[in-house]
């Protein structure tokens, strides 16, 4: 394990500043939530490697990263003053701080190019899956504790499994290699900013800025409904406080939790 006191830090004051990097891990959010438990970190800590053999993703399913391509990442963040009953308010800052800094490295995009963010917090670059987000929190009361913010994007990997159909990377839709150490400063830097912005209370602002980036907002789109896969169609009107899609439907609009709905690409 290599140990940073971040000396280089491109305008992230605590987040990032001590980084943790380990040559292999079975999952850095597993490992992030193991220290955060036993002792006392730094708000920021980063837990990073190259090599995840066990990555997680959302609702049970496995994240793959070939090996010292993509950066995989954990962020250990204490939002304490944040209500549990308001987390998706943080899936929305890291959502963005990922899209900002794809945003950034890329620019200037192609007109031709998109990128958004697929509900609840995926990065799509041309509708390609180009970043996965995985949020575990810890509730005390009334309110978070612990959260750790665990972060996949897909860099420099030139292939995926045909498994994977929806996944790319940023050399796959760009056409050129980055230097994930610069990218992962310029995360912790956007990370920082966007966490800065929810503390100092601007949740309009980030509820603008979600939607502004959200794919199929005010689209007709169609949907599948789960567990039983009917496809609905509908536009997407909203994202409510708790997260959950706001969908409507012949002038009727309802709300879906993660569980229950998916859009179709
Ligand atoms: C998703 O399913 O879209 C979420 C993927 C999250 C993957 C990242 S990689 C770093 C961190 N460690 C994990 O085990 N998962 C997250």
Redesign the pocket.
């Known amino acids: 394990m290599r140990f940073y006191v971040n000396m280089y830090t491109l305008n992230a004051a605590f987040v990032g500043k001590v980084l943790l990097v380990f040559d292999e891990l079975p999952?850095?959010?597993?490992y992030a939530r193991l220290i955060a438990n036993e002792v006392q970190t730094q708000e920021g800590t980063v837990v990073q490697t190259s090599r995840?053999t066990s990555?997680?993703?959302?609702m049970g399913?496995v994240?793959e990263?070939a090996p010292g391509t993509n950066l995989?990442?954990?962020v250990i963040l204490q939002p304490t003053w944040l209500r549990a009953d308001q987390q998706f308010h943080l899936s929305k800052v890291v959502a963005l701080a990922v899209y900002d800094t794809v945003q950034e490295v890329t620019e200037p995009l192609p007109a031709n190019f998109s990128l958004q963010v697929k509900w609840p917090n995926?990065i799509l670059l041309n509708g390609k899956k180009i970043a996965?987000?995985?949020i575990e929190n810890t509730i005390s009361g009334a309110y978070l504790g612990i959260s750790i913010a665990?972060?996949?994007l897909n860099v420099n990997q030139q292939t995926f499994s045909p498994a994977l159909p929806m996944a790319g990377s940023l050399v796959q839709l760009t056409g050129h290699t980055f230097d994930t150490d610069h990218l992962a400063q310029r995360l912790f830097a956007h990370l920082e900013l966007r966490y800065l912005q929810l503390r100092g209370g601007a949740t309009d602002l980030l509820h603008t800025d979600y939607l502004a980036r959200l794919l199929g907002y005010r689209e007709h789109r169609h949907f599948e409904l789960l567990p039983e896969g009917t496809q609905v169609e509908g536009m997407i009107t909203g994202v409510d406080e708790h997260g959950r899609l706001v969908v409507e439907n012949a002038g009727a609009e309802q709300k879906f939790g993660l569980k229950e709905i998916k859009m179709l690409l």
């Open positions: 999952s850095t959010n597993d995840q990555g997680r993703g959302q399913a994240w990263s995989t990442l954990s995926d996965g987000i995985l665990g972060i996949g």
